[in-house]
């Protein structure tokens, strides 16, 4: 029988379709639990994200960007941090940004580009050839709690040569010069044989005088290929195969010439300034290690450290370097101002050298191992027959050899090599150095220039009358302190002086070095050159081949003919110039130009002395 099988659908009454949902509706329960996770899965999902944009967002306002090489670094600055911290510091080891080029208040002369309104630096490399700098130990930070420098950020004693080493960074402004750039001031070229850039200061005026430059710049690069690098620290010294023998020369040769003190000079009595080792009498208003010590005391100074250094030796067969203790600078000086025969000058300095060529270690190599520190400028020690003035010791045939250690030296005598006039400052402690570096780097300086020094009516090619009228003719920008009436004889009045000023004049005097430019350098005062043989020519192992670096320099030949006015140059310079010249004075120079105490035990810092021992020590290797 067939069966009739319909395919409609039953219908579902509306009533029954609609019983469920309007009993959800009306549960309280089930409704708040709805509404949570909604609300959950928004939160999941898009706070995340809400979140990350915020601090993307933070982290650009924050931050500086700073290109160095081919790594671009993201830093972010907080009032909380001392340094910029880098977020890719680890691709550049010591990536440090001094926080002071952010932080202080930009003067008016200062130009903003938009790079700068970017927080966009390019770091400068240090590309310094043969140049001794001073670096802290790694990860201490100790606060001064005068200032809140940080100590991490003013020590820095580290050495470098040619390389790329360190990294130092230099934030150039806008309107600051390019490493490169030409100024009209000098002349920068490229050595044909070794490619690098080299300083033109003198024009010379015919192939005579070029010639002689050209000796002068050979051997400066022999000089700097002498300089030991390295700090305490990182190269703990090592006295195998470098002892020091100081020989026991008669007391007529140094101390009994200390003892002719109040008869040296006519107008004055020199023994207060060979107390305290030659230190002289302690300033206690400028603080510890001040000292009213001599320009002419760096024989006794230099001999009191060397009885004291680790590498000496007793047995004349284990010395590396022979040190002969002669005070031929105070023997010149005591003849200065004395009318006697010019046997009389030299009976010291022949007998000295006649007892030296008794003895079988210095027939062994001809006297090339041996080293005299003398006190005052080589041409005290070259008289000639055209004029009676000093001595004729470096004038000798035997003294051709021996290395001279002088405050000036002769540019055309590879063996006369400058070291730093001795300064007020004698720290025995890394933290004496470290808290004068913290003191001067935030002093206020109310005065752009000064100059503290006299005429020299008696020269009137002398630049400095010139110089003198410019400061005088613009009191708001330039103080003068009259040496000539006697002004200058307090050590304070003229730290006090270069300590208040961004600019310390430093023309020629008698001579063209000048014990000024230590002291200025000391008070983080940047020098003023006016000529190469006042600095540039001199100190190739404690100052940088590069002058621009700690310095400004201005041809004496533009002053003198009225080409340049000093005081409207100077006042050109920008704000972050300034700082970056006085950061690296403080930072990586001044340890390195003082003379420490005799017990001075330094471990972050190496100061004159070190530099000296050291790169004599590498030299006597190099030369035997």
Not at 484 to 513: A, H, M, R, Y
Request: overall charge neutral; charged content about 30%.
């Amino acid at each position: 029988m067939p069966v009739s099988i319909s395919k409609r659908r039953t219908r579902t009454s509306k009533k029954n379709e609609t019983e469920k949902p309007e009993k959800t509706l009306k549960d309280p329960r089930s409704c708040c639990s709805n509404i949570c996770s909604i609300f959950c899965r928004s939160i999941l999902y898009r706070g995340p994200l809400t979140i990350l944009f915020l601090f993307f967002i933070y982290l650009w306002s924050t931050s500086t960007t700073v290109i160095s090489g081919n790594v671009l670094h993201i830093c972010i600055s907080s009032r909380k941090l001392n340094d910029l911290y880098c977020l890719t510091a680890g691709s550049q080891p010591g990536l440090r940004v001094p926080v002071n080029n952010f932080t202080k208040p930009v003067s008016e002369d200062v130009v903003r580009s938009e790079d700068q309104e970017k927080n966009v630096f390019v770091l400068g490399k240090d590309g310094d050839k043969g140049f001794a700098k001073n670096e802290t130990l790694a990860g201490e930070r100790e606060r001064d709690s005068d200032n809140g420098t940080s100590l991490n950020n003013i020590i820095k004693n580290e050495s470098f040569t040619g390389e790329t080493f360190g990294q130092r960074v230099s934030v150039l402004d806008q309107d600051s010069k390019p490493k490169n750039e030409i100024n009209l001031d000098f002349l920068v070229d490229w050595d044909p044989e070794t490619g690098e850039e080299r300083f033109q200061y003198i024009k010379s005026k015919d192939e005579v005088e070029e010639g002689a430059v050209k000796a002068v710049e050979k051997y400066l690069q022999i000089q700097r290929s002498w300089l030991a690098i390295g700090n305490n620290h990182q190269n703990p010294r090592s006295c195998e195969g470098k002892g020091i023998y100081v020989y026991d020369l008669p007391s007529k040769f140094n101390k009994n010439l200390l003892g002719e003190c109040s008869d040296m000079v006519p107008w004055a009595d020199f023994c207060s300034y060979f107390k305290n080792d030659a230190f002289g009498e302690s300033i206690e208003n400028l603080g510890k290690g001040w000292y009213r010590t001599h320009q002419y005391a760096l024989e006794p100074i230099f001999h009191s450290r060397v009885l004291k250094h680790p590498c000496r030796v007793y047995d004349e067969s284990q010395a590396k370097l022979f040190y002969v203790p002669f005070y031929g600078g105070m023997d010149v000086l005591r003849w200065h101002f004395k009318n006697v025969s010019k046997d009389v000058k030299d009976v010291l300095a022949i007998e000295v050298v006649k007892w030296l060529g008794s003895k079988k270690s210095w027939k062994e190599n001809s006297g090339k191992d041996h080293v005299f520190v003398l006190g005052k400028i080589s041409w005290d020690f070259r008289r000639n027959d055209k004029f009676s003035w000093g001595s004729s010791l470096l004038e000798m045939q035997e003294m051709k050899n021996p290395t001279k250690l002088l405050i000036e030296r002769n540019p055309w005598e590879l063996n006369d090599v400058a070291i730093p006039h001795p300064t007020y400052f004698h720290p025995k402690t890394d933290d004496d150095i470290a808290s004068w570096q913290n003191k001067i780097i935030g002093k206020t300086r109310h005065s752009l220039i000064s100059f503290a020094g006299g005429s020299r009516p008696g020269k009137p090619d002398n630049i400095r009358f010139t110089l003198i009228d410019q400061c005088t003719s613009s009191p708001n920008q330039c103080r003068f302190l009259n040496c000539t009436n006697g002004s200058c004889d307090k050590p304070e009045s003229v730290i006090e002086l270069f300590q208040d000023s961004e600019f310390c004049l430093q023309p020629p005097g008698d001579s063209p070095t000048r014990k000024s430019v230590f002291d200025s350098l000391l008070s983080g005062c940047i020098p003023v050159i006016f000529d190469p043989y006042t600095a540039y020519y001199q100190y190739t192992w404690h100052l940088p081949e590069d002058h621009r670096r700690y310095s400004v320099y201005i041809n004496k030949e533009d002053v003198k003919a009225k080409r340049v006015n000093v005081i409207e140059k100077l006042m050109s310079k920008t704000l972050r110039e300034r700082e970056d010249m006085r950061s690296y004075i403080v930072h990586e120079l001044l340890p390195g130009l003082v003379y420490g105490d005799p017990n001075a035990k330094f471990e972050r810092f190496r100061d004159a002395f070190d530099i000296t021992m050291d790169s004599l020590l590498k030299k006597i290797t190099k030369i035997l």
